[in-house]
C-alpha cells in the first residue's frame, strides 16, 4: 500500500517531494538538474529555491561562455529579458502605495500633453482609443497593442490597437514601455535610478541594474544558441521596463522571496498584484495576437494579474513570470499557499526544453507548458 501511495505521488507529478514530505537534498537537486541540462544540452542554467518563504537553495550550473571554457557562478550577470516586467510591476505596486500612480487613473493625465503629440505614439492619432489606458491595462496585458511594433502582424512597424483595451489578454512590451513613460514623467526620475532606490538596494539586489554597469564586467554571461554557439553580449545603456534588465540568480531569487512573503508592499497592493485580472483564452501565449482560443485553460483557471501570470496548480494558486530571447530563457513560479518558489534562469536557447521536467521535479507542479510552447526535448 505504502508503495503504491509512493508511485501514485510520482505520477501525479509531485516529484519535488518524497514520500516521507521531506525536500530534495542539493545532491538530488543537482543529480536532476544536471542530467536534464546534459540530454536537452541546455549550456548553462542556474536554479534558486524557496521553502518556507526564505532561501534554500541556489546553485549555478555550465558555462556562462563556452567557447572561452568559462563556468556560471551564482554571482554571473544573466541578461534578465522579461523577469524585467515582473520588477518593473513590483515597482508600479510600491508607488500605488505611495499614492504617486493609480492603476485606474487613464495614463494621458499624468503627461503634459496628448499621447500622440510624442514621437514614439504619434501612430495613434485618429484611434482615441489611447484614452482608455491605464496602468492596470498595460500591466495585465490588455492593451490591444502587438507586443512590439516591429511584431506588428501586418508587417507595418507601427504601434496600433487590434482590440479595445480592457476587453482581452494580448502580450505586450509596448505597453509597459508606455507605463514606464507615464511613471518617469510623474516622478521625474528615470527607471533605472527609481528601481536602484526603491527595489535593488532594499532587497539587497546588487548586482541587478536596468543598465548595463561597469561592476558587471567582471563577471557575466553571453547566450547561447541552440547549437551552443555563443551570443555577443548585448550592454544596454538605456532602461526599458519591458525587457534591459541584468541579474543574478542569487538577486533574483532574493526579488522572488521578497515577492512571496509581500515584502514591501500593502496587504491590499500585494493581493492586488497576484490576483487574477483576467482569464485568458488564447491556445497559446505567442503570437500574442493570435486569436485562436481554447478551453484548456480553463483547467487551470488561467489569467493574468498586474505583471504576473496567474493559474491554479497542485500546490495551489501560482503566480509565474518567464523571460525569453535568443540564449536566453527563464521562468519562476511562486506557490504562496505553500510558500514556495522556484526560478530557473539559463543562458541557452535550449531551455525551455527542459522547464516541463524540471518544475516538476524541483516544485512538484504542472506549468502551463503547452500555452507557453515549452516543447520537451
Known sequence: MKKLLCLLILALGLAGMRGNA??????????????LMDTAHVTGLCVGIIRDGKIAYVQAYGYKNKPLGQLNDTATCFYAASFAKAVFAYLVMKLTDEGVIDLDKPLYEYLPKPLPEYDNYKDLAGDDRWKLLTARICLDHTTGFPNFRWANPRGNNKLEFFFTP?????????????????VETVTGRRLDSLAMEKVFIPLGMRRTSYVWEPS??????????????????KKRTKAGAAGSMETTIADYTRFLAAVLRGEGLSQKAWKEMTSRQILIHSAHQFP????????????????YGLGWGICQGQKGKMF???GHDDGWEHLGVCM???HEAV????????????????????????????WELYTPY
Open 336 to 338: 504562496p499557499e505553500a
Open 343 to 370: 526560478v530557473v534562469m539559463t543562458n541557452s536557447s535550449n531551455g525551455e526544453r527542459i522547464f516541463k521536467e524540471i518544475f516538476e521535479k524541483l516544485a512538484g507542479v504542472e506549468i502551463p507548458w503547452e
Open 320 to 322: 509565474f513570470k518567464e
Open 216 to 233: 558587471f564586467e567582471d563577471d557575466y554571461a553571453v547566450g547561447h544558441l541552440e547549437n551552443e554557439t555563443a551570443i555577443p553580449k
Open 166 to 182: 480592457g476587453t482581452r489578454y494580448g502580450y505586450s512590451g509596448e505597453g509597459m514601455l508606455l507605463l514606464q513613460l507615464a
Open 22 to 35: 521531506q525536500p530534495l537534498s542539493k545532491e538530488e537537486v543537482d543529480g536532476i538538474v544536471r542530467k
Open 288 to 303: 500574442s495576437l493570435d486569436t485562436a482560443t481554447t478551453t484548456e485553460n480553463d483547467k487551470i483557471a488561467l489569467g
